[in-house]
């Protein structure tokens, strides 16, 4: 793969002219910006400020994947995922995997792996999610926060992805998971495992 040097881009950058946070939220921060094109004219930005966020891919010692079921309030309707939480200020990705896994599933991890980072909104908001592997589970009690209801499933990698395939699965990070899985099982990714 041929990597490019930021320095090289300059024809494709926007440079801030003027910037104001216009919603202040207790999770999110709506931005909108002026910048200068390329080309020297003026656009405006508005985008989301979002503190980041882990998800983890659990796999059992049958090889079933652990996932939740959880109503998504903008989508109107139950979704299905993989777990993840957003990162505390200052907080390591990594420790948020493993406060989330054992919050919203009561599992713990023997072995860790970390994948990459992903963006999945990149024209409206600077949101990084942290792909963590776990294995090795051990099963303990679920410590959800106040006001949060999900359900645990397992479905082996076939199951996920027929879900996939058939358009009930949606949700863009554990599609990016079973991607990053399926390759890894395939031998085709990498992960380096790490003792908890």
């Known amino acids: 793969m041929v990597k490019t040097d930021p320095k090289d881009d300059k024809h494709l950058r926007e440079d801030k002219v003027h910037s104001e946070t216009v919603y202040d939220g207790h999770f999110l921060k709506v931005r909108k910006d002026r910048v200068r094109l390329p080309d020297g004219r003026e656009a405006g930005r508005e985008y989301i400020v979002h503190p980041g966020a882990v998800m983890v891919i659990p796999i059992l010692d049958d090889g079933r994947l652990l996932l939740e079921r959880q109503y998504r309030y903008p989508m109107g309707r139950v979704m299905l995922e ?36 992903l963006h999945n909104a990149i024209a409206y908001s600077d949101e990084g999610i942290h792909i963590f592997f776990a294995r090795g589970l051990v099963q303990g009690k679920q410590r959800l926060d106040e006001g ?49």
């Not at 990162?87 to 990459?116: I, M, N, V």
């Not at 009930?168 to 890894?184: F, H, V």
């Open 82 to 117: 993989f777990p993840a939480g957003k990162l505390d200020a200052g907080e390591a990705p990594l420790h948020c995997g493993q406060r989330e896994l054992l919050e919203e599933t009561g599992y713990t991890a023997r072995e860790w792996a970390y994948a990459g980072v």
């Open 148 to 196: 949060e209801f999900l359900e645990l499933v397992t479905h082996s990698t076939t199951q996920l992805d027929a879900l996939a395939a058939s358009g009930e699965l949606t949700d863009a990070k554990t599609l990016i998971g079973l991607l990053w899985l399926t390759r890894w099982q395939d031998g085709e990714w990498a992960l380096e495992w790490r003792k908890s």
